[in-house]
């Protein structure tokens, strides 16, 4: 630090890492015609958290179906443990907003809604361990020809 301060050549002790840039994606043409997903990492899974994700450092990930039901209160929750989970326990929507994307699909803002939504958690989660989520969540996007992803991140 008094290198630094005094403008003399230095080198840090915590060399900083290089992060990986991804492009931003181009614009959906069409939002009408375009089918959403919805992901998060507030940690909303269905009560009792079938696929057992950690609440912090997570390493697991889980995926449900909403194409036929909504979320509410005591059959989903939060289990992350980065922040209060009252108001998401009481009303998943706040992190995981299946109603007010059902509102404007209704509404015709958007083509259709995947049937799924992805959540984990993101508190302490590695960026490996997020890249390796990732790479196992993109093959059902793919698969269903999702056009655009909306990421909750709390």
Request: hydrophobic letters at 40%.
């Amino acid at each position: 630090l008094l290198k630094k301060l005094n403008g003399q050549p230095y080198v840090s002790e915590l060399p900083m890492p290089k992060l990986d840039r991804v492009p931003i994606a181009p614009a959906i043409k069409d939002l009408s015609k375009a089918k959403i997903a919805l992901l998060n990492t507030g940690g909303i899974v269905p009560v009792d958290n079938p696929d057992r994700i950690q609440s912090a450092s997570a390493t697991r990930w889980g995926r449900y179906d909403v194409s036929n039901r909504d979320l509410k209160g005591g059959e989903f929750k939060t289990i992350h443990a980065g922040f209060d989970p009252a108001a998401a326990d009481a009303d998943p929507n706040v992190i995981t907003p299946v109603d007010a994307l059902k509102a404007l699909l209704k509404e015709g803002v958007f083509g259709s809604l995947h049937p799924y939504f992805y959540t984990t958690v993101g508190t302490g989660t590695t960026q490996a361990e997020a890249q390796r989520m990732a790479k196992e969540i993109i093959p059902y996007l793919q698969q269903d020809h999702v056009d655009g992803v909306i990421m909750v991140s709390t």
